[in-house]
């Protein structure tokens, strides 16, 4: 058996992973970094993800902090037009090869088995087994073992369907849409969208671009989703403003909102949330971006059904509990329904981030996942201890609704107070291209720009608010730990 030793074992080469080990390179030179994944190549869920899969925030602060995208402009047509733009899936492949082919294993500090999984620890050693041929290799881990596998993504392509497909129902995945083109003698008479997540979304826009008739979609939403406007997360200096207004609306409204819904419901009406059907009250938040030409566009959509969860489909009828809805008996059903991430407490597996040997990668500012696992590598690195760490890195929960919601808010503003308030933690993060207002704020602040201004608002809102945002956060506490 091959034996070989590391500082840092991490389990999996995706975005997260992948920003954690960019940061400690260069924050520890001396540090070796040894990778286990299972795919062929980095990237992790990316490899899995249907082929018209694209950001839904803006590429500048996405991926690792050493290495841009190659387009961070400002799109000029489209659904995005005026905002920074949006990698495609296959943008976002090919800039983690390249942070692991030109930027990670060309310090010779850093080693990559690939199509490896790991299979267990024993004291300091690891045993990492090949996929493919089966044979395994023991790794010794002078310092962490990290876990980057917290958010278990779940894409259409690797999940497995939670509902009975009987007497030949005709179901495909988003990404064989674009090989219909291959039964042109043989298309639907009508499509099914199943699942009510950014992923039926990006479908629905699929196909009305393709050319469908909304006449001849129908959409399962079992529940309606709160969507974060893009105009309000958008960098640089001439988005400043916006971006932190929209933090000062949710600290009023955290102010006065007697719970998660009513506080989100206010923010909805001043456009810093969309639905999709304005007449329908959300019961879902997963943190999914999208503009205002977007939501018109699937507004299109009329046939929506709103039975609940589907348990059955087959040719003509999908199944619900309890009931039933006739559909075209040639239709095509899209599988939507793989939920991207972990959002209850015991799917998320909420724990410290520093243990003793090992760090489990989570979120420090919801739902920045690439900038939190690239701050975890710096407090691993210039922090004395792991109880320094931790107090410095609170995980902030993927909540599942607009009731929850605000225990992830208090805990993005617990942390980020404190950070501004250490100084080898704010000076970082002025440096950090994976913060959106950190070097916006520090390019400013050199120039002088008069803008910045409204930090006195920020400050003012921040106060005010916090006696009933730790009410909110108290109560939301209760209902993410019983989802």
């Known amino acids: ?61 996405y991926g690792v902090n050493s290495m841009e995208f190659p387009s961070e402009q400002i799109d000029t047509h489209g659904s995005n037009a005026g905002f ?40 300091d050693i690891a045993t990492v087994k090949s996929v493919l041929s089966g044979e ?29 497909v009987v007497g030949g129902a005709d179901r495909t995945i988003p990404g064989e849409l674009p090989n219909l083109w291959k039964r042109s003698d043989d298309l639907p008479e009508h499509y099914v969208i199943l699942g009510a997540g950014k992923t039926a979304m ?26 974060i406007n893009r105009a309000d997360v958008q960098p640089g200096e001439d988005f400043f403003e916006g971006l932190v207004g929209s933090q000062i609306a949710h600290l009023k409204a955290a102010a006065t909102a007697n719970d998660g819904a009513e506080m989100m419901r206010m923010l909805g009406e001043q456009g810093h949330y969309l639905r999709i059907d304005p007449d329908v009250e959300p019961e879902m938040f997963h943190f999914a971006v999208i503009s205002e030409s977007e939501v018109e566009q699937l507004r299109r959509i009329k046939n929506v059904i709103r039975n609940g969860r589907v348990q059955k489909i087959e040719p003509g009828r999908l199944h ?37 040997g090992l760090i489990t990668l989570q979120p420090l500012h919801v739902p920045l996942v690439t900038f ?5 590598a710096f407090l691993e690195t210039n922090f004395p201890d792991d109880a320094a760490r931790n107090a410095l890195a609170i995980p902030g929960p993927l909540t599942d609704t607009p009731a929850s919601f605000p225990l992830s808010f208090a805990t993005n503003m617990m942390n980020r107070g404190n950070w501004s308030q250490n100084p080898q933690i704010a000076a970082w993060l002025t440096k950090s291209r994976l913060d959106a207002t950190g070097p916006t704020m520090a ?10 201004a409204i930090l006195g608002e920020f400050a003012g809102a921040a106060v005010g608010a916090t006696k009933n945002l730790t009410k909110l956060a108290a109560k939301a506490k209760k209902i993410h730990e019983n989802t």
């Not at 500082?7 to 080469?13: E, F």
């Not at 939190?372 to 975890?376: C, D, I, K, P, V």
Request: glycine content about 6%; proline content about 5%.
């Open 1 to 61: 058996m091959a034996q070989h030793e590391t500082d840092y074992l991490i389990i999996g080469a995706g975005a997260v992973g992948l920003a954690f080990a960019d940061t400690l390179i260069d924050e520890d030179p001396d540090c070796h970094i040894t990778f286990v994944d299972k795919h062929a190549k980095p990237g992790g869920h990316w490899n899995d993800a249907y082929s018209f899969v694209a950001l839904h925030q803006p590429s500048a602060f």
């Open 84 to 123: 920074y733009a949006l990698a495609s899936g296959q943008e976002v492949s090919a800039y983690f090869e390249k942070v692991m082919n030109m930027r990670l294993l060309p310090t010779g500090r850093v080693d990559y088995h690939r199509l490896a999984e790991f299979t267990g620890k024993q004291g």
């Open 136 to 164: 395994e290799t023991q790794i010794k881990i002078r310092r962490k073992l990290v876990d980057a596998t917290f958010y278990q993504t779940s894409v259409p392509s690797t999940h497995t369907p939670s509902f009975e």
């Open 202 to 227: 990006d479908t629905g826009t699929w196909l009305l671009n393709a050319g469908v008739d909304p006449s001849n979609i129908s959409w399962v939403r079992p529940r309606e989703s709160w969507l």
């Open 320 to 356: 619900f509990d309890g009931s039933s809805v006739d559909v075209p008996k040639d239709s095509l059903f899209i599988d939507c329904t793989a939920r991207a991430v972990p959002f209850s407490v015991s799917e998320g597996r909420q724990k410290p981030l520093f243990e003793d």
């Open 372 to 376: 939190s696992a690239a701050l975890t």
């Open 443 to 452: 390019k400013m602040a050199a120039s002088g720009d008069t803008r910045l």
